[in-house]
């Protein structure tokens, strides 16, 4: 399809949603951790930074770390930090940044109340009901870009939906950027496995914006998820993309991986206290970097079975990981990343209630992001056509939720008591009449007949009216307009960074 051509339907409704729109919390945050609590999980977070330390494998970094007063073990990597120096890099974090992508209506603000939700990222393997279970690949790629972008209650793109292996791994990054940019007008996470790959998002989304990557510096367009590898450590990949996105101030999102019972302890003060030690280390490594660089607290906790050992997503003790670690973001005046997970590993029953469980906590926890909100099964390892379209019905119930109720004197409907007599119904009041089309929620996927209505209309479940949804979105996907001198500039870069990738250059 042509960039700025219509879809392929013609005729009848088009598919139920909500409009873009910026989703504001209005509600007070749930906090279940007393202060003297978080205090003592601060604290003892502070002395695994100035006692034990952090494995940080990239010299450049050590560097960096060092000149900001940090003690830096050369033989063993260590790096320990006195909480003066964490208080100084704190000091300078900003507490909210906007995040423009190359649709300027598409701004996202992060921090304070606001709420976005990001496609799956990461995951090497695709699945749908009609094709079943394959290795990621670009067409599915592009499918995906294609779904985040028809469906508003899809806010960013997160790293890779799907990684295509056809492609070269040392450049498939570009063809994956390059269809965020082409395919969408969303902002998107750009990989930070090295310094190359960071820059090559940086400049890509400066060449649609008609802007340098220096001019970015103060207008973010894109962001990064830095996992760290715990228990403390970060790799010299991962310290050094970051570096590169601090330097142009792009935001980072340090996200331990602090899976209780096997990457942290099996205690969830414990973990808590683990995950805040990683993320106050990235956070002072960014701002070594570049102080003002934006920085997201991102919490990734949550349990493993002890049985098998294989992670699990949704858990009680992921919901409160996830309030928890939202108290400790507010704690340090940080704007809040996490995600609403799923061990299933199929499109059904047990995948949304472990989403829901987990949303329920980003929410009650005032995630600014939630990452993998769209699309995630397999405990990640593989992005859902049918989950994505299961997601977004549960996104767009959250973000219906989260609209405060309205109570004037309209809104009140005393009229309406006094035109309705004793034993009636209100179905043809005027003040019904006045509000019936947009009274409630339309719903995407859910069901609402009678059970031989349901019937007639093929008896069919959520999952499989999930695959007719995501087909027929992709008949009515509109691809966003690019000036034909923009994508030229696009391509020539990309062209110029295979060949000096080819050429040896990272």
């Known amino acids: 399809m042509r960039p700025g051509s219509r879809s392929r339907r013609t005729g009848g409704a088009r598919l139920p949603q909500l409009p873009w729109t910026r989703v504001v919390n209005p509600y007070a945050p749930m906090e279940i951790l007393s202060a003297d609590q978080i205090e003592a999980i601060h604290l003892t977070s502070l002395r695994i930074l100035e006692e034990i330390g952090i494995e940080l494998m990239s010299p450049a970094a050590r560097a960096a770390m060092r000149a900001v007063g940090a003690e830096v073990d050369e033989t063993t990597g260590t790096v320990r930090l006195d909480r003066a120096v964490v208080e100084r890099a704190l000091a300078t974090t900003p507490e909210r940044f906007t995040l423009t992508s190359r649709n300027p209506a598409k701004q996202l603000q992060m921090g304070g109340r606001d709420m976005a939700f990001g496609l799956v990222a990461g995951p090497p393997f695709v699945h749908d009901c009609e094709r079943g279970r394959r290795a990621g690949n670009l067409a599915d790629y592009r499918d995906f870009i294609k779904l985040a972008q028809h469906f508003n209650a899809i806010h960013i793109i997160g790293n890779q939906v799907c990684a ?54 103060d207008s973010p367009g894109v962001l990064t998820i830095i996992s760290v590898n715990s228990p403390r450590r970060f790799d010299e990949a991962m310290a050094d993309g ?149 997601d977004v019905e549960m996104l767009q119930m959250m973000i219906e939720f989260l609209k405060p109720i309205v109570v004037d004197e309209a809104e009140l409907g005393f009229e309406a008591q006094q035109q309705v007599a004793p034993g009636g119904h209100f179905f043809g009041a005027p003040h019904t009449m006045a509000r019936y089309e947009h009274a409630f929620y339309q719903p995407l996927v859910s069901n609402w007949q009678n059970y031989e209505n349901w019937q007639l209309g093929g008896g069919k479940d959520a999952t499989q009216r999930a695959t007719d949804i995501w087909k027929r979105a992709l008949e009515e996907y509109e691809q966003p307009a690019l000036d034909p001198a923009v994508l030229e500039a696009l391509d020539a870069y990309i062209a110029r960074r295979r060949e000096a990738i080819g050429g040896g250059e990272p």
């Open 164 to 217: 295509p292996i056809e492609l070269p791994a040392n450049s498939r990054h570009l063809d994956t950027y390059r269809t965020n940019l082409v395919y969408s007008d969303l902002s998107f996470h750009c990989t930070a496995i090295g310094a190359g790959r960071a820059r090559d998002g940086i400049e890509m989304m400066a060449i649609t914006r008609g802007l340098t990557p220096e001019q970015m510096v």
């Open 242 to 390: 970051l570096m590169m996105m601090a330097r142009y101030g792009q935001p980072v999102v340090i996200t331990p991986f602090t899976l209780m019972g096997a990457m942290a302890p099996v205690s969830l003060a414990a973990a808590l206290a683990q995950q805040n030690a990683e993320i106050l280390f990235g956070l002072t490594l960014a701002q070594a970097v570049r102080p003002g660089a934006p920085v997201m607290y991102g919490a990734f906790t949550s349990n493993v079975d002890m049985r098998s050992g294989a992670p699990a997503f949704g858990t009680p003790e992921n919901t409160k990981a996830n309030i928890a670690s939202g108290q400790l973001a507010r704690r340090y005046r940080l704007p809040y990343r996490t995600s609403n997970a799923s061990a299933s590993n199929v499109a059904d029953a047990q995948g949304v209630y472990e989403t829901e469980m987990s949303l329920w906590g980003a929410v009650l926890g005032h995630c600014n992001l939630v990452y993998h909100a769209a699309g995630w099964q397999e405990g990640g390892l593989v992005a859902s056509f049918e989950k994505l379209v299961l």
